[in-house]
């Protein structure tokens, strides 16, 4: 039973792989709940973008429209104006065009406008909108230019003027001469329009921006290029500002053309290039309609660097802003919002939307309960059979195995249940032998014991010392059946008694010898012990009484089996984990020596053991002469309380056999360790 034990236990243990987590029960309940929570989460986003961003978009873009139309407006007013005096007005008018609240405070949050008509305005927001500065423009609020030139660099609002606005003299004058032009033009059939910027300088704009179509007229388009007075002291006042800029530098000042371009106004010829390079302009807007003119080129052409342009374009644009701030409104927080406080847009969900919501609720939830009863269906199925085969051997009928869908959990444990079924069977199989053999063992001495004190009573026997010795013969082997027996159970329970203790080898072979010389003298077996005086004696801790115990019974088989003449040797050994792998037979499943062990071997030149049934030796009740004559062979006991001893002993024992030369049983025991018994 011990035996069996233990194969099953091998059985049920971790000898298998551990399954990945693709072909697990585990890992398709979780692909399945991941798919079921993908499904839920797509309807429900699709539900949310088709419901809401069409509202949203529809609002927010005509919310960015109004946004960017009253900054434009609030933005020019700052460019024309230097101060926002009067600016509630424009603050009132926006705020009514567009439905919003509109509201303009100073950098540090003072009031300048509110189109709040309320007693008690709410309270601004903590961020504002935008900031209105027509020195450093929000490029994605503002409004492009009139000629759609505006570029992510270009900070400096083009309706900031300052000293370059003309007089209403000048720009009448000019606005003759480009009436004039435009006439010109005409009359050459090509198409221009006056174009009038906002400092109030006229310009011709040619019908497909085309100017070279005017390069063969006789009209004289350079007439409007030449700057007036006031432009060219604003110029002047410019230039000196960059030149200030340039010399705390340490670099040499610039002369700026009208255009505020720098450098030779004419093409120069640079080495290494395909033609010639023309003056490159600031990455800052110029004045629009700033008249160009050429400017006396320089006496010593200046190196042109990428380095010494990047710095003069910095100090270019600063001295614009130094120059136009006077001109111009300080920068001020925009504010923009509902009237009752609210900045985000809303929307109603509608009856279409909320029937969408719906079906899509409902499409997930038959998904879901379809996935779950597929998986569901398909786990329960091997279940049920389960059952069925357990409630089977429960009522007592003949255990049956169960079919293995797979090499998934369900699929391994309908393995693992019909190797219980079959480990079962087995053991009661054994079980009826074992009450068969146990019967026949005991039936023996007492029949014997019966039928002498039959005969004594009815006088067919006197009880003379013969007598009594014969009954005490039986009731002895009566005596030692039970023995065994308990000590098989106490194994098998687990309360075995050790009670370890350093051990002598060579005097436990000699002790054992010495008890079974006798009985050996009487079969005309030579018994030796073959462990020299001199050889190194392996240290080993074990129960000395159940040792030789379990020798004994080695030996006593060994006698009973080898014919006169034989010879049985006791020997022992150290030995390594090595040489105990190498060694084959019996036992070897049942465990391992670990390192340092002690051999002890009883070998005989006995009759051996048929090779089909070594594996049955340690087997409880098993003899290879089936009859189970008391002549031939003891109870069936010897050698399964040999292997339980041993293994008390956290050690392990093996048989290897000749037919007809002899058989070896090893013990191997730890060497100078605890037994693993209690």
């Not at 969408?356 to 998986?375: D, E, N, R, W, Y």
């Not at 309908?414 to 074992?434: I, T, V, Y």
């Amino acid at each position: 039973m011990g035996r069996a034990r233990g194969q099953g236990a091998r059985a049920e243990g971790p000898g298998r792989a551990r399954l990945p987590l693709r072909r697990s029960l585990l890992g398709r309940l979780l692909a399945v709940s991941a798919l079921v929570a993908a499904c839920s989460v797509a309807a429900t986003a699709w539900i949310a973008v088709q419901t809401t961003s069409g509202a949203i978009k529809q609002e927010q873009g005509q919310n960015l429209t109004a946004d960017a139309r009253i900054y434009d407006t609030l933005l020019e007013y700052a460019a024309r104006n230097p101060t926002w005096d009067g600016v509630g007005a424009t603050v009132r008018e926006l705020a009514r065009e567009s439905g919003r609240r509109v509201a303009l405070t100073t950098q540090s949050r003072q009031p300048l406008a509110d189109s709040a008509t309320a007693a008690t305005a709410p309270a601004l927001p903590p961020q504002a909108s935008a900031v209105v500065d027509p020195l450093s423009v929000d490029t994605v609020l503002a409004a492009r230019g009139t000629d759609g030139q505006r570029t992510a660099a270009d900070r400096i609002d083009p309706r900031a003027v300052g000293p370059f606005r003309l007089s209403t003299a000048d720009s009448t004058a000019l606005r003759r001469t480009a009436d004039a032009e435009v006439a010109c033009l005409n009359r050459a059939g090509i198409a221009s329009d006056v174009v009038v910027g906002a400092s109030g300088r006229p310009r011709v704009q040619i019908v497909g921006n085309d100017p070279e179509r005017a390069l063969g007229t006789r009209c004289d388009l350079a007439a409007l290029d030449t700057p007036t007075r006031s432009e060219q002291k604003a110029l002047d006042a410019l230039t000196a500002l960059a030149d200030a800029c340039l010399k705390r530098q340490g670099r040499e000042g610039v002369r700026l053309n009208n255009d505020l371009s720098w450098g030779d106004p004419a093409a120069v010829e640079v080495p290494g290039e395909a033609g010639p390079l023309s003056p490159r302009p600031v990455p800052g807007p110029a004045p629009r309609d700033a008249p160009v003119t050429e400017a006396e080129p320089s006496a010593v052409p200046r190196e042109r660097t990428g380095e010494n342009d990047r710095a003069i374009a910095s100090c270019v644009g600063t001295a614009r802003s130094e120059q136009l701030s006077s001109y111009v409104a300080s920068p001020a927080l925009l504010f923009i919002g509902d009237e009752g406080g609210a900045t985000l847009p809303g929307f109603d969900l509608s009856p279409a939307n909320t029937a969408k919501i719906a079906g899509a609720a409902a499409l997930v939830l038959t998904l879901t309960v379809g996935a779950s009863v597929f998986a569901g269906t398909r786990l329960v199925r091997p279940l049920h059979a389960l059952t069925g085969a357990a409630q089977r051997m429960r009522d007592g009928e003949q255990p049956a195995s169960v079919p293995v869908s797979g090499d998934d959990e369900v699929g391994r444990l309908a393995a693992a249940f019909n190797d219980m079924s079959a480990h079962r069977a087995r053991l009661e199989e054994q079980r009826k032998a074992m009450v068969s053999d146990v019967a026949h063992e005991l039936r023996t001495p007492l029949s014997n014991i019966r039928g002498w004190l039959e005969a004594a009573q009815d006088g067919l026997a006197d009880p003379d010392p013969a007598f009594v010795s014969s009954l005490l013969e039986e009731a002895v082997q009566l005596q030692h059946i039970i023995d065994d027996l308990q000590d098989l159970a106490a194994a098998d329970a687990g309360v075995l008694r050790l009670h370890p203790e350093p051990v002598g080898v060579r005097e436990l072979l000699s002790q054992v010898a010495a008890a079974h010389q006798a009985r050996a003298e009487n079969a005309g077996v030579t018994l030796t012990v073959a462990v020299a005086a001199t050889d190194p004696e392996p240290a080993l801790r074990a129960d000395p009484v159940r040792l030789r115990q379990a020798v004994g019974n080695l030996v006593s088989n060994a006698v009973r089996h080898t014919p006169e003449g034989g010879r049985v040797t006791l020997s022992a050994y150290a030995s390594d984990a090595s040489d105990a792998s190498e060694g084959g037979g019996e036992g070897d499943d049942e465990g391992k020596a670990c390192d340092g062990t002690v051999v002890i071997e009883v070998q005989d030149t006995g009759s051996g053991i048929p090779a089909e049934d070594l594996p049955h030796v340690f087997d409880r009740f098993w003899r290879a002469e089936k009859s189970r004559s008391r002549r031939t062979g003891g109870s069936g006991l010897g050698l399964a309380i040999v292997r339980k001893l041993v293994e008390a002993h956290g050690g392990a024992v093996e048989a290897t056999s000749t037919e007809g030369e002899g058989s070896t049983f090893a013990l191997r025991l730890p060497a100078g360790t605890e037994p693993a018994g209690p």
